[in-house]
């Protein structure tokens, strides 16, 4: 197939995804609309195609509004929060050592400067939980206040590009909060001690998601496994993060279904890379948890196709020949430079089980991970994909197995 017509199913594929579907976060319709639609393109592939059924919960709000007297605040419902309708006296924070201090039961907390410069990692979260947010989390909770208020600033390191970002994104931490930017933090300082009301009207909806994986052959000994999450934030159509990775998967299935390689190839849509418990990744180090010694290689795709600049393969715990494949396909496509490391994707979970892996990404994103402001925002569309960089992912990739 040319590359003329592989563009066209990139184009097809990411205008179903970020058009006609678009926002794809974790238990809601569209993102079952999605997972629908690539077992269907799979399976037309000729590929055996499964899905794994997740236990989640979607999540909704009509807004927040925030009060002291006859002053109102800008203010938004955290991601994942329960819903509050509540009063209480205002105080304000600032650092854990002073909240450590502080008798904040049935209060309206506001957490501002050093101790909300950083998202909170979710408390169940498997992958990553600093001690120092277990313990920030801890103290809350047992301090009881009636709701948080934190005001952020830009950090895209922890939470992409949004500005204000919820400190709290955490569908199992039961304290209500919302959010504000910190520049309307600092007006509200103005209130400490007085009384304030704050409604938010957030809901969590019990509700299923998928994992779609699709498979060849029946082989499983020293399988390479292709990855790329399906789901998106809230409030983004996800075309970077992650739509192009989801359409390479797909044009992957079309160029190696009549491939006889010499390895097992497994393609996998996570579901829950961007959600507060990452379920569909969870679920799968349960169904492979005694298996990762059969995975010979994870090649995962998330953030290609940025329209400035080429593309990347980066490189974790390589072998010999594998990495002489890697090198042999970045002479032979000058748009692919060899990456950066970089952790914050699915290729982790691999890593952490001992197995190597390649993460393929945007050269540009990767430089500027803690300063752009496009992931996890309505700025990350179509607007700004170049479609022959994900055409070039994807032949990268399957030229690298048909080296092995």
């Avoid at 955290?78 to 006296?89: D, R």
Wanted: glycine share 8%.
């Amino acid at each position: 197939m040319d590359k003329k017509a592989l563009r066209d199913k990139v184009e097809a594929h990411l205008q179903v995804l970020c058009s006609e579907i678009g926002e794809r976060r974790v238990g809601s319709e569209e993102n079952r609309q999605a997972t629908t639609y690539a077992k269907k393109v799979l399976q037309l592939s000729g590929w055996q195609v499964e899905e794994t059924e997740l236990s989640v919960i979607d999540w909704k709000t009509e807004g927040a509004s925030l009060t002291c007297g006859k002053q109102s605040f800008d203010v938004f419902s955290s991601h994942y929060s329960l819903g509050c309708s509540v009063k209480g006296e205002l105080i304000a924070v600032d650092t854990v050592g002073k909240l450590e201090k502080a008798d904040i039961k049935d209060k309206i907390v506001l957490l501002y400067g050093e101790i909300a410069s950083q998202q909170i990692a979710p408390k169940n979260f498997p992958f990553w939980n600093p001690e120092e947010h277990q313990h920030l989390v801890s103290v809350l909770e047992n301090g009881a206040p009636k709701a948080l208020i934190s005001a952020t600033e830009r950090n895209s390191a922890t939470a992409g590009g949004v500005y204000p970002f919820p400190l709290f994104e955490d569908g199992d931490f039961d304290i209500p909060s919302v959010y504000m930017k910190d520049t309307e933090g600092e007006k509200l300082l103005a209130c400490t001690g007085q009384m304030v009301e704050l409604v938010s009207g957030a809901v969590r909806i019990p509700e299923t998601a998928f994992n779609v994986i699709a498979r060849k052959d029946s082989r499983t000994k020293d399988r390479i496994i292709i990855t790329a999450h399906i789901d998106t934030k809230i409030g983004t159509p996800g075309a970077i993060d992650n739509a192009t990775g989801v359409t390479a998967v797909l044009l992957l299935a079309e160029l190696l279904k009549d491939s006889d390689t010499r390895y097992p190839v497994e393609l996998v849509l996570f579901n829950g890379e961007d959600y507060y418990a990452a379920p569909g990744q969870v679920n799968y180090i349960e169904q492979n948890i005694a298996h990762f010694d059969d995975i010979l290689l994870n090649i995962n795709i998330d953030g290609a196709g940025y329209k400035e600049g080429y593309s990347c393969f980066s490189a974790f715990g390589l072998s010999a020949d594998m990495q002489q494949a890697m090198d042999g396909v970045i002479r032979n496509t000058p748009e692919i430079v060899e990456g950066l490391p970089w952790y914050q994707g699915d290729h982790s979970i691999f890593l952490q089980n001992d197995r190597p892996a390649i993460a393929v990404s945007s050269n540009w994103f990767i430089e500027h991970m803690e300063c752009q402001d496009i992931t996890h925002t309505a700025k990350d569309n179509l607007s700004i994909v170049n479609c022959e960089r994900v055409v070039e992912c994807a032949l990268g990739i399957a030229e690298l197995i048909g080296k092995l």
